[in-house]
């Protein structure tokens, strides 16, 4: 967490970005399917506002992201050519790519790219990951890279961040790069940690929290923090059936941690007051769209079936409970919404907290997969008070953890030969 927030996009256009070049650090880590088409574009459609402002005001932008997590140096299948075509319509104006030079993502082409940029022009770097120093655990390494990426907006450059749901990473271009240029927080980091702060320290009660996906490894660590805060914490998805197996029920063929179900015992016990399970669920007999459901009770799953969903009673006991509800924050599914005939629990929840934010009450979306869920259900992204970028990130933050990205750029301001 941070005690103040960090100097911000606001701050870096009063002082001038007029012919300055400006690295920004954004997440457009989309979804693409088989045919390399994006899926879900509300990555990119987030890091326009930051990057908007700084075109307007005349910066020479070099945008750093990665897509997926490539193995071995460049994957033509994660390539960023999609997504820069896509941030290009949305900014309404050419983006270029530069290309990567073997595993070098920062060669020859970037430079001669970057030094050709007139004022507003937009350059996105190739997939930042295809460098593997980006994740290096070694820190020269990193600070290799990320003095690289520095001498793209040299010597009179700044760096924003932009990219919250990669905060949470100590990587060269999240993290090092900001120990090396004047460092700010884009528009999209400042309103997460604000949403955020307001999680932990200004929250106004009753708070419900619903956490789905499918690993209670996963959402250990934010289901023992916020449970000393929140007055219920509802659990669906796949991780409700480690809680269903600690309490001695059968799960069928459903997603179990063995390993986890004596912490899920634990947990029960101590947060007997605060923790909700399903009562009833939706199974089938395999994983697949096209399987017939059957609801059963949550302490009868057939040895032969697999939980795909919550059921109606359950959503019915979620919704009720969260109608009363003045913060919520929802992160995971609640049960495979992709698929359509086990989307009902997904879409039960997503409703309610709608209808409570309608009634006043301050809601945040996870990201992830309950992001990606809100847009697939085609649930309005504005009956919700936030929806945040970062999953993973928005986990660790409210656990209490310190971000890396986020702690960098509250440290003072680097001199202009750092670079």
């Not at 907006?153 to 990219?163: L, N, R």
């Not at 409570?356 to 990606?372: E, L, P, Q, R």
């Amino acid at each position: 967490m941070t005690d103040s927030l960090p100097p911000n996009l606001s701050d870096l256009l009063a002082e001038g970005v007029s012919g300055r070049g400006v690295l920004v650090r954004s997440d457009l880590n989309v979804p693409l399917d088989d045919e390399g088409v994006i899926t879900d574009p509300g990555r990119i459609t987030a890091s326009v506002p930051t990057l908007q402002a700084l075109v307007d005001a005349g910066a020479k932008v070099v945008v750093a992201a990665h897509l997926g997590r490539p193995k071995n140096g460049p994957d033509p299948k994660l390539s960023l050519a999609p997504v820069a075509a896509a941030l290009g319509e949305q900014l309404g104006r050419h983006v270029q790519l530069a290309g990567s030079d073997r595993s070098r993502v920062v060669g020859g082409d970037a430079l001669a790219r970057a030094e050709g940029l007139t004022d507003g022009d937009v350059l996105l770097l190739e997939n930042i990951r295809f460098d593997p120093r980006e994740t290096s655990k070694d820190d020269g390494e990193r600070l290799a890279l990320a003095r690289e990426l520095a001498e793209l907006v040299s010597p009179e450059g700044a760096f924003v961040s932009d990219g919250f749901g990669v905060v949470h990473r100590k990587q060269a271009s999240v993290y090092d790069v900001a120990t090396l240029l004047p460092h700010y927080a884009g528009t999209l980091v400042a309103n997460e940690i604000q949403v955020l702060e307001q999680l932990t320290s200004s929250t106004a009660r009753p708070y419900a929290v619903v956490l789905g996906g499918s690993k209670v490894s996963d959402k250990l660590g934010v289901i023992e923090s916020l449970a000393t805060k929140a007055d219920s914490i509802v659990i669906g998805g796949g991780m409700c059936f480690t809680f269903l197996a600690a309490q001695g029920f059968p799960v069928g063929k459903s997603l179990l941690e063995e390993e986890m179900v004596d912490t899920c015992r634990r947990l029960l016990d101590t947060y007997v007051d605060v923790l909700r399970l399903p009562k009833d669920v939706v199974v089938a007999e395999q994983f697949a769209a096209d399987s017939p459901p059957q609801t059963v009770a949550a302490d009868a799953i057939p040895d032969d079936m697999i939980g795909l969903d919550i059921g109606p009673e359950s959503v019915k006991r979620f919704a009720a409970l969260l109608s009363n509800a003045r913060t919520v924050f929802w992160n995971g599914p609640m049960g495979v919404f992709e698929f359509p005939t086990f989307a009902a629990g997904t879409r039960g929840v997503a409703e309610a907290i709608a209808a409570a934010t309608g009634k006043g009450a301050f809601s945040v979306v996870g990201g992830g997969d309950s992001a990606a869920a809100v847009r697939a259900l085609g649930i309005p992204e504005g009956d919700f008070s936030h929806i945040s970028t970062g999953g993973g990130a928005s986990l660790e933050y409210l656990e209490g953890k310190t971000l890396p990205g986020i702690e960098v750029l509250g440290r003072p301001q680097p001199s202009g030969g750092d670079a």
